[in-house]
C-alpha cells in the first residue's frame, strides 16, 4: 500500500511540475522560418489544394472519353386502361388492356471521336501546369513576406536598443545634473531641458516595443502560429548582411524565362492557344457508340421491341448563323491580346532588372555612408557627454549632440531595412529566393 501511495505521490509531482514549465518558444533563424510558414501558412495550403484539385480535373476530363456505364429501372401500371381496336364496322370493337410493365436496362456508351473532348484533355493538363506555378508564386512571396517580418523585427529591437541605452545614459546625466543643481554649478534650466529629453525618450522607447511587437504579430500571422506563440530569432542584422555577397549579387543577371510572373504568362497564352483550338474543334463531328440491353420483368401480351441495341451517333455541324465564327474571332482577338501581355511583361521585367539593380546599389552606398556617420555621431556624443560633465559644454549642446546621434543611429537603421528589402526583391526577381 506504500508503494502505491509513493507512486502516486511521484506521479502527481511530475505532472505539476510539467504543468508549471513555461511553454517554449520558437527559435528561428530566417530559413527555419520560411521553411515554418510553407508547411503552415493558409495561402501555401490552398495553393497546394488548387494543384490536387487541377490533377482531379485532368482525370475528370479523362473519364469523359471512358466508356461510361449507366443502369435504369421502370414500372408502368396503367391502372385498369385499355385500348379498343375495332377492324370491322360490323364487328364488335375489341379491347386490349394496358398491361403493367417492368423493365431494368443497362447502357454502355463510348466517346469515339470529339474534337472538344482532345483539346479540352490538353487544356486541363496546362490548367495543371499553371496551378504548380501558382504554388511555387505563393511559395516565394510568402518566403518574401516572412523575410522581410524578420528583418523588420530585428531592426525594430535594434531601434528599441538603441533608445533604451540612450534612455539609460540620459536619466544619468539628469541625476548628475541634478546634483550639479544643488550645489549651484548647474541651472534649473538644464535640468528641465533634460528632463524633457528624457520624457520623449520614454515615450519612443514605449513606441519602439509596440512596434517590436506588431513586427512579431505580423510574423506570427504568416508562420501560421497562434497569436500567443512565444518566438525568437536566432540571427542578427549584422550576421546576415555578411553573409550576403553584394558584389556578385550585383554582377548576375536575370533570366526572362526563370521569373515565375513569366512562366504564369507564358502559361496563360497556352491556355489562349488551346481556347482558340477548342472554338475550332467546333466544326468538327463528333461520333460515338452505345450498347443498350433491357430485362423484361413484366411484359405485355405482345411486345416487339427487342433486348440488345447497338448503335452509332454522329452529329455534324453545318450552320450556325456565323456563330462559330464569332468564338473563333474572339479566341483569336483574346490570344493576340495575352500575346502582347507576355510581351509587355518581359519589357517591364527588363527595365525592372534595372530599376532593383541600382536600388541595391544604392541602398549599399546609403548603408555603409550611414554606418561611418553613426560612427563619427557616437564619437561626437561622447566627446560631448565628457565636456558637459566637466563644464565646458552646455546642456543644449549636449542635447543636440545626442539628437544627432539618434537621428544618424534612426537614418542607419533605415538605410540597413532599405538595404535588406532591395537584397530580398533581387532575389525574387531572379527566382533564387
Known amino acids: 500500500m506504500r508503494k502505491v501511495v509513493l507512486i502516486a505521490t511521484f506521479l502527481i509531482a511530475g505532472l505539476t511540475t510539467a504543468f508549471a514549465l513555461p511553454p517554449e518558444e520558437l527559435q528561428l533563424t530566417l530559413k527555419q522560418a520560411q521553411d515554418h510558414a510553407l508547411d503552415y501558412n493558409k495561402q501555401v495550403k490552398n495553393a497546394s489544394l488548387d494543384v490536387d484539385a487541377a490533377q482531379k480535373k485532368v482525370w475528370e476530363s479523362i473519364a469523359s472519353g471512358l466508356p461510361q456505364i449507366d443502369a435504369k429501372a421502370d414500372y408502368s401500371n396503367y391502372l385498369g386502361a385499355s385500348m379498343t381496336i375495332q377492324f370491322d364496322p360490323n364487328s364488335p370493337p375489341t379491347k386490349i388492356p394496358f398491361a403493367t410493365t417492368s423493365n431494368v436496362s443497362a447502357t454502355v456508351s463510348q466517346l469515339l471521336f470529339s474534337g472538344s473532348y482532345l483539346v479540352g484533355l490538353q487544356t486541363a493538363k496546362i490548367y495543371k501546369s499553371l496551378s504548380e506555378t501558382n504554388y511555387r508564386k505563393s511559395k516565394q512571396d510568402i518566403k518574401e513576406q516572412v523575410a522581410n517580418s524578420y528583418y523588420l523585427i530585428l531592426v525594430s529591437e535594434q531601434t528599441r536598443d538603441i533608445l533604451k541605452k540612450n534612455l539609460e545614459n540620459m536619466r544619468s546625466t539628469l541625476a548628475k545634473t541634478k546634483q550639479m543643481e544643488k550645489v549651484g554649478m548647474a541651472e534649473s534650466t538644464d535640468v528641465d531641458q533634460l528632463s524633457v529629453s528624457v520624457s520623449t525618450l520614454e515615450n519612443g522607447v514605449r513606441s519602439a516595443d509596440r512596434q517590436v511587437e506588431m513586427a512579431y504579430n505580423m510574423l506570427r500571422f504568416q508562420l501560421g502560429v497562434p497569436g500567443d506563440e512565444k518566438i525568437q530569432l536566432t540571427q542578427t542584422l549584422d550576421g546576415i548582411i555578411d553573409r550576403i555577397n553584394f558584389t556578385a549579387l550585383m554582377d548576375s543577371s536575370m533570366s526572362v524565362q526563370r521569373n515565375l510572373d513569366y512562366q504564369l504568362m507564358e502559361t496563360q497564352v497556352e491556355l489562349s492557344k488551346k481556347q482558340l483550338a477548342l472554338q475550332k474543334s467546333a466544326y468538327l463531328p463528333t461520333l460515338s457508340s452505345y450498347y443498350s440491353h433491357t430485362e423484361k420483368i413484366l411484359k405485355p401480351n405482345f411486345d416487339a421491341s427487342p433486348k440488345d441495341v447497338i448503335g452509332l451517333n454522329l452529329s455534324i455541324p453545318i450552320f450556325s448563323s456565323g456563330l462559330r465564327k464569332s468564338k473563333v474571332s474572339q479566341a483569336n482577338i483574346s490570344l493576340e491580346q495575352t500575346e502582347n501581355q507576355k510581351d509587355l511583361l518581359e519589357d517591364q521585367l527588363k527595365i525592372q532588372e534595372k530599376q532593383l539593380r541600382f536600388n541595391l546599389h544604392n541602398a549599399l552606398d546609403k548603408y555603409n555612408s550611414q554606418k561611418q556617420n553613426v560612427k563619427v555621431a557616437l564619437r561626437v556624443n561622447r566627446n560631448f557627454d565628457l565636456k558637459y560633465e566637466h563644464g565646458v559644454a552646455s546642456s543644449l549642446e549636449r542635447l543636440q549632440a545626442n539628437d544627432n546621434y539618434l ?27
Open 407 to 433: 537621428q544618424a543611429e534612426n537614418n542607419f537603421v533605415g538605410a540597413t531595412m532599405e538595404l535588406l528589402q532591395a537584397y530580398v526583391a533581387w532575389e525574387k526577381l531572379l527566382n533564387d529566393l
